[in-house]
């Protein structure tokens, strides 16, 4: 996959984190006028906008691909299998993953929204 490949699969991750309601609330609260340190915010912040976009980074191989492994998520979006199995677990335990079955010994893994 090319540089420019990956920069557009991770600024459509990006658009589609960006209606996340996690980083809507993340982001209102400066709105909002709640007194929080702004170093701890700003990290924060930058922490919740970067899982939010692996996170649909996997969605996206998900539902461009349908069924895969972590090793295969692993190849399609070029983050680390640590990492992939980081969010795995979070969408899984959000519901919109599911584990469906095993491939090559690893876990398959298909959308479920």
Not at 4 to 10: C, M, V
Not at 90 to 101: D, F, Q
Request: a positive charge; glycine letters at 6%.
């Amino acid at each position: 996959m090319s540089k420019i490949e990956k920069l557009a699969r991770k600024v459509d991750a990006a658009i589609e984190a960006y209606k996340s309601q996690r980083l809507r609330w993340i982001f209102a609260i400066s709105q909002v006028g709640i007194n929080v340190d702004e170093a701890h915010y700003r990290k924060v912040t930058r922490n919740v906008v970067c899982d939010e976009i692996e996170r649909q980074m996997v969605i996206g191989a998900l539902r461009e691909h349908g069924e895969l492994t972590v090793s295969e998520m692993n190849q399609i979006t070029g983050m680390a299998p640590n990492q992939i199995i980081r969010h795995v677990l979070a969408l899984r335990k959000n519901g919109a993953i599911t584990e469906i079955g095993e491939k090559k010994n690893e876990y398959l893994y298909k959308l479920t929204l």
